[in-house]
Nanobody, 126 residues
């Protein structure tokens, strides 16, 4: 069982940057697909980014491509989300997630993952 704790959220002006961190415990996440999702008030949860283990192919929602970068540091059992050029529409609770499915052809993780962490709130002022 993987436990995930997200941190790094805060208040930032539009155009600014934040880096979110997700610390995992309970298992080694080296082969897990790790991802970030977000949910704004009154909206459904949406996929933001994901990174495979052992090689690290990355996936991004169209709305964040070119602005956000997901990375992982397996030695620290940690995943990051670097968010640049933030927009008011990026404001949401951001959740870290993990999926143990290591099948390289599986992409169902963009709809949800097996393990979910705490959220961290990102607020973007215009």
């Amino acid at each position: 069982q993987v436990q995930l704790v997200a941190s790094g959220g805060g208040l930032v002006q539009a155009g600014g940057s934040l880096r979110l961190s997700c610390a995992a415990s309970g298992d080694t996440i080296t082969t897990y697909v790790m991802g970030w999702f977000r949910q704004a008030p009154g909206k459904e949860r949406e996929f933001v980014a994901a990174i495979r283990g052992s090689g690290g192919s990355t996936y991004y929602a169209d709305s964040v491509k070119g602005r956000f970068t997901i990375s992982r540091e397996d030695a620290k059992n940690t995943v990051y989300l670097q968010m640049n050029t933030l927009k008011p529409d990026d404001a949401a609770d951001y959740y870290c997630a993990a999926d143990p499915n290591s099948n390289p052809y599986y992409t169902g993780f963009i709809y949800g993952m097996d393990y979910w962490g705490t959220g961290t709130l990102v607020t973007v002022s215009s």
